[in-house]
Nanobody, 121 residues
Framework: QVQLVESGGGLVQAGGSLRLSCAASGLTLSNYFMGWFRQAPGKEREFVAA????????YYRDSVKGRFTISRDNAKNTVYLQMNSLKPEDTAVYYC??????????????WGQGTQVTVSS
C-alpha cells in the first residue's frame, strides 16, 4: 500500500523558514515525478513545486520562485520542500504528490494527508 506522509508544518512568523518532508512507502521514489501542492481555506488546491525523477529539473509556481526549494533523496524515499522568507499568503495545507506520468498532473496518482503551514504577520 502506497503512503505519503508529510511532516514539518507548523506556525512561523513572516520571514521565517520551514522544511517540509514527505516520506514515501510502498513505492520506489525514483520511479515517480514528485511535487507539492497547497490549499488555503476557501481556495482551490494549487501547484507549488515539482521535481523530476532524475533531479535534473525543478519547477515552481511564480509566487514561490527564489524562496522555496524542492529536493529529493531517493535513498531515503523522501522529498523535501525548503521554504524560506515565508509570507502570510503561504498559509495553507501542503500536500505531497507522486505521479507516474512524465510530469506532475493536477490529479497525480498519490496524495499525502497534508500538513498545515501557518505564517503569521
Amino acid at each position: 500500500q502506497v503512503q505519503l506522509v508529510e511532516s514539518g508544518g507548523g506556525l512561523v512568523q513572516a520571514g521565517g523558514s520551514l522544511r517540509l518532508s514527505c516520506a514515501a512507502s510502498g513505492l520506489t521514489l525514483s520511479n515517480y515525478f514528485m511535487g507539492w501542492f497547497r490549499q488555503a481555506p476557501g481556495k482551490e488546491r494549487e501547484f507549488v513545486a515539482a521535481i523530476n525523477r532524475s533531479d535534473a529539473n525543478t519547477y515552481y509556481r511564480d509566487s514561490v520562485k527564489g524562496r522555496f526549494t524542492i529536493s529529493r533523496d531517493n535513498a531515503k524515499n523522501t522529498v523535501y520542500l525548503q521554504m524560506n522568507s515565508l509570507k502570510p499568503e503561504d498559509t495553507a495545507v501542503y500536500y505531497c504528490a507522486a505521479d507516474t506520468a512524465s510530469y506532475l498532473r493536477t490529479r497525480p496518482n498519490y496524495w499525502g494527508q497534508g500538513t498545515q503551514v501557518t505564517v503569521s504577520s
